[in-house]
């Protein structure tokens, strides 16, 4: 039985009504929106830097690679935590705390060159991974039904929409002005996202009461650090080094016994009772595999149009040019969004999840039979980004209907923590593919076709068996046919409310 969340508005206003129908005419969904582009083009930024970063801060290329590893290791660890901790403490304060972290992130590395520094400045950024759950929590508490399918997709989208504008931004900031540059230019992007958050977000009137899980905190980040960088590690280190291994049987041990402790703690970090319900449980699944399949559309496609003339296959397009081709993909995600909410409302997300991942598989299968034209390419991608986006846009849907109003955004934190493990272990198996499959031109080795093409396969393979996950998710007594739902409203349980506020019954 859910406790009753006490009613806490943040700042002086009319009283809140039930959850999802409280007044007001702040541009609450653009400015979020514009929260969770910024975050995709705060981790996109680096990208187009990471070739020439050893030469400005006089480091090896090993130590940039922490640039990128540190905003995954961080996000990962903090996305959940600060999911519970907007679920318990109020979600616009955390979003605010987040959204600011990640400005002075941005802050640190215009002012130094020094590695070390930059390291843990991207760190600090890594904190912006909560916005979109903490966003999609803030929009099911806010919104009215008829308006929270298409503003959830579209936050969902956000992700590929800003890193799609991001790298072509960066790159011509980089080419054209000095790198410092762009770090400022985030920053200023940053505190208009801080400060338009604070005016047009109202705090959300649900809390789900209890005392901070500190252990469990302490307890998945542990185990989360070590997994990730034995993944991201791997190819670097040698998956079978002593440190790899180590990190790996760490991972286990140290996950294990968090299990156990969050089986036995009184207000746990995160509801594993809930998490293991079908309904909850397989759409994680599901997203760990769709953001594996999605991550290798940018990664390969990247590589492949970059690479030289000489190899038979590679268009050697700059840097500026690789980020203008990722560009349609975004605007289709954009474009999409509303699609894939009315294909929600009409068919059921776990219809709109599986679909989305056959596209993404469809998208795959024209890569491989074309890989040399420019145009090809850039459908292929296009195809990825539009299937990405429905299998995206569906599955905060399917957790905001399967779990009760007061775990919304520790729920949808958890769902992009596997998200995050899905992108990590798709660069890992990208670069292994890749590695494996190189031939040498001139003194170096490139990858060959034959080892993008294995790679795209791979992906699609693993699309399909999102599909899969997605069709075996059980039904949504929301669904179109289905049952009623409980919705809670001012701490109060209401059975048959047409909408997706609260918990469902048997979920």
Not at 164 to 189: C, E, K, R
Not at 228 to 238: A, D, E, M
Not at 261 to 282: C, I, N
Request: proline share 7%.
């Amino acid at each position: 039985m859910d406790q009753p969340a006490p009613i806490s508005p943040a700042r002086p206003g009319p009283t809140p009504g039930p959850v999802g129908t409280r007044p007001g005419n702040r541009p609450t969904v653009p400015v979020l929106a514009f929260g969770g582009i910024l975050m995709a083009v705060m981790q996109t930024v680096v990208v187009p830097l990471l070739p020439d970063l050893p030469r400005l801060t006089g480091s090896s290329p090993g130590a940039v690679s922490w640039m990128v590893t540190a905003t995954l290791l961080a996000g990962a660890v903090l996305t959940p935590v600060l999911g519970r901790a907007g679920d318990m403490y109020g979600k616009r304060r955390v979003l605010t705390g987040a959204l600011a972290l990640m400005t002075v992130g941005s802050v640190m590395c215009a002012l130094s060159s020094d590695i070390g520094v930059l390291i843990a400045a991207r760190a600090l950024q890594g904190a912006a991974a909560s916005v979109v759950p903490l966003s999609i929590s803030i929009l099911r508490d806010e919104l009215p039904p008829e308006r929270r399918g298409s503003a959830v997709a579209l936050m969902s989208s956000t992700v590929g929409i800003g890193a799609a504008l991001g790298l072509p931004l960066a790159a011509t900031v980089v080419q054209y002005a000095d790198w410092h540059t762009m770090f400022w230019l985030t920053s200023v992007l940053g505190a208009a996202g801080v400060t338009a958050v604070w005016w047009a977000v109202d705090e959300s009137p649900v809390r789900e009461p209890g005392r901070f899980d500190v252990l469990g905190a302490l307890g998945i980040a542990a185990g989360l650090t070590c997994l990730l960088l034995g993944v991201s590690q791997g190819g670097t280190w040698g998956w079978g080094s002593p440190r790899v291994l180590g990190l790996f049987l760490a991972a286990v041990v140290v996950l294990a016994l968090w299990w156990w402790q969050q089986r036995h703690a009184r207000s746990p970090l995160v509801d594993l009772k809930l998490v293991t319900r079908p309904r909850v449980g397989l759409s994680h699944v599901a997203a760990l595999l769709t953001g594996f399949a999605f991550y290798a559309n940018s990664l390969v496609t990247a590589q492949l149009v970059q690479a030289p003339k000489a190899t038979g296959y590679g268009l050697g397009l700059s840097i500026v040019a690789t980020g203008l081709c990722l560009l349609p993909g975004g605007i289709t995600m954009l474009l999409f969004s509303p699609m894939s909410a009315r294909i929600s409302a009409s068919r059921g997300p776990r219809v709109t999840l599986a679909l989305g991942a056959a596209v993404i598989a469809c998208g795959y299968a024209l890569r491989i039979a074309d890989s040399r034209d420019l145009w090809m390419i850039i459908v292929g991608a296009t195809v990825v980004a539009t299937g990405t986006t429905l299998a995206y846009s569906a599955l905060p849907t399917l957790i905001l209907r399967a779990v009760p109003a007061g775990q919304t955004a520790s729920a949808n934190g958890v769902n992009v923590l596997m998200r995050t493990i899905g992108q990590a272990t798709s660069s890992a198996a990208v670069a292994a593919v890749l590695v494996h499959h190189s031939a040498p031109l001139g003194s170096a080795l490139v990858p060959t076709l034959h080892g993008y093409l294995l790679a795209f396969a791979m992906a699609g393979a693993v699309a399909l068996a999102a599909c899969a996950a997605a069709l075996t998710i059980p039904g949504d007594p929301g669904d179109p046919g289905g049952g009623s739902r409980f919705v809670r409203t001012k701490g109060a349980r209401v059975k048959g409310a047409p909408d997706e506020a609260g918990a469902l019954e048997g979920a």
